[in-house]
């Protein structure tokens, strides 16, 4: 796989995500490793920062249920607006994390 096809195939599993559901940015790379060869979180998350504008970014968080300072207040907003379950602040990951393949 490409690197542009990686990015492509990130954005559609990422805009898979139903509303109120989340993966983490591990998780992308972990559904997505074995056919593309690459596991990185970190990578996820670059093309979250480059790419992600176009589908629900806030879908896609860190393992703690949070999101970057820089970008939280907006998430929070949309997580509240899809009905996200929250605990404490940020995204209940036992509550709303999806996996690929989960009926939406």
Known sequence: MTPDEYVEAVLELVDRIPPGRVMSYGGVADALAERSGR?????????????????????????????????????????????TPLRAGRVDMRAAQWQPGEGM
């Open 39 to 83: 596991a990185s979180a970190r990578l996820i998350g670059s093309i979250m920062a480059r790419h992600g504008g176009a589908v629900g970014w806030h879908r896609v968080v860190n393992a703690t249920g949070t999101m970057p300072p820089r970008i939280a207040a907006e998430a929070r907003a949309r997580w509240l607006s899809e009905g």
